[in-house]
């Protein structure tokens, strides 16, 4: 299994690169990660009135970084939130249905266009919205998470 995070938004602070980088480290030996940051489209108070056609001119370049193969999976706030033994579960599944390549959407601060979020495995980190940037750190962490409780490592408790 390989895992791609596509990312709105470039330039972490220190501390949360770190993590990413850590996380994506460990993931190594299990399933290789691949972080890929798309721009986000600047924001100025004539287009903030329109932001359908912000999130548009993202998901254009979310979607030239897409893996051709790859399930893809937006992150959504009102999407169903798992558990980390479900989500496992799911990447499971996938990997027995010979998925082997699995992409993650984060959006930016307005989310994501509504045509990058009609897929069917949404996955939601509940109700709260969280920064951007720690998203990204939260989700390698559950990925490897997954993996662990995958492959029987001690790990997850």
Known sequence: MKFYVIAVGRGAPKPIKA???EYAKRLKRMAPVTMIEVAEERRTA??????????????????QKIPPAAL????EID?????SPELAAKIGRQQDQ??????FLIGGPDGLHASLRQETWRLSFG???????LVRVILLEQIYRAMTILERVPYHR
């Open 19 to 21: 993590l990413v980088e």
């Open 46 to 63: 004539a287009s903030s009135s329109n932001i359908e056609q912000l999130l548009q001119k993202e998901a254009g370049r979310i979607r």
């Open 72 to 75: 893809v999976v937006p992150l």
């Open 79 to 83: 999407a169903s939130p798992l558990s």
């Open 98 to 103: 010979g998925v082997g390549e699995i992409c």
């Open 127 to 133: 109700p709260m919205t969280l920064p951007h940037q």
